[in-house]
């Protein structure tokens, strides 16, 4: 058995990138793909780094549990089974579900610090970078944080300042030159999404005969 095709998609927080993987999940089955996010592997939130300000700061690289991260992407390589329990522990009215990940011929890592990762990022077979403007990352992230995270208005702009823009700046932004794909989402991903459902069907194909 062939080992899997790896991607990574990455991109700073705003850019698109959760919207733009329920996008593709839609055209593929499990047996075709199978996508890993680095959002299930948040340390809990008594690990966090809490900043002058006494605010958790989730926008770090450490917040991410890399180690049982790595461990996963590699028996997923193996073609075995991963079961790993949602994170929820930013979201109090949330109650996390045991999520199973089927191994198939591609994998698809999706996460801020994919590319930071430098173990992971010798795995990708292909980078691929969402990117959008400043403004509208902000505006989404308020959406997001506001809707979904019951989060003060105060409260997002202030991690945003302090803590998503200089990770983006320091941790993310960086490997936008390294990738080997960048899709422009200030207004829609179309075409982006469009190109790579159409590679990732030809790499099928090959992978299958």
């Known amino acids: 058995m062939h080992q899997p095709f790896i991607i990574g998609i990455s991109g700073g927080s705003g850019s698109g990138k959760t919207t733009f993987i329920?996008?593709?999940?839609?055209?593929?089955?499990?047996?075709?793909?199978?996508?890993?996010?680095?959002?299930?592997?948040?340390?809990?939130?008594?690990?966090?780094?809490?900043?002058?300000?006494?605010?958790?700061?989730?926008?770090?690289?450490?917040?991410?549990?890399?180690?049982?991260?790595?461990?996963d992407v590699?028996?997923?390589?193996?073609?075995?089974?991963?079961?790993?329990?949602?994170y929820v522990f930013n979201n109090e009215l949330a109650q996390p579900k045991m999520l199973?990940?089927?191994?198939?011929?591609?994998?698809?890592?999706?996460?801020?610090?994919?590319?930071?990762?430098?173990?992971?990022?010798k795995?990708?077979?292909?980078?691929?970078?969402?990117?959008?403007?400043?403004n509208l990352k902000?505006?989404?992230r308020i959406k997001r944080d506001q809707v979904e995270r019951n989060y003060p208005i105060e409260d997002?702009?202030?991690?945003?300042q302090h803590h998503v823009l200089p990770t983006f700046e320091k941790y993310i932004g960086p490997y936008m030159d390294e990738?080997?794909?960048?899709?422009?989402?200030?207004?829609?991903?179309?075409?982006g999404l469009e190109m790579l459902e159409g590679f990732l069907r030809d790499k099928l194909r090959r992978l299958q005969a």
């Open 156 to 160: 997002v702009l202030y991690r945003y």
């Open 100 to 121: 199973t990940f089927q191994p198939a011929p591609i994998l698809i890592l999706e996460g801020i610090f994919i590319f930071h990762f430098k173990k992971i990022r």
């Open 138 to 140: 902000v505006i989404r």
């Open 22 to 71: 329920k996008h593709l999940k839609k055209s593929f089955s499990e047996k075709e793909i199978c996508i890993l996010s680095l959002d299930d592997y948040y340390r809990p939130r008594d690990e966090q780094k809490t900043d002058g300000q006494g605010v958790k700061n989730f926008d770090l690289p450490k917040s991410i549990d890399k180690k049982a991260f790595a461990e």
């Open 74 to 86: 590699k028996k997923l390589m193996a073609f075995e089974p991963v079961n790993r329990l949602e």
């Open 123 to 134: 795995l990708l077979d292909l980078k691929i970078f969402l990117h959008a403007k400043e």
């Open 179 to 191: 990738a080997d794909i960048v899709i422009n989402n200030n207004e829609n991903f179309d075409r």
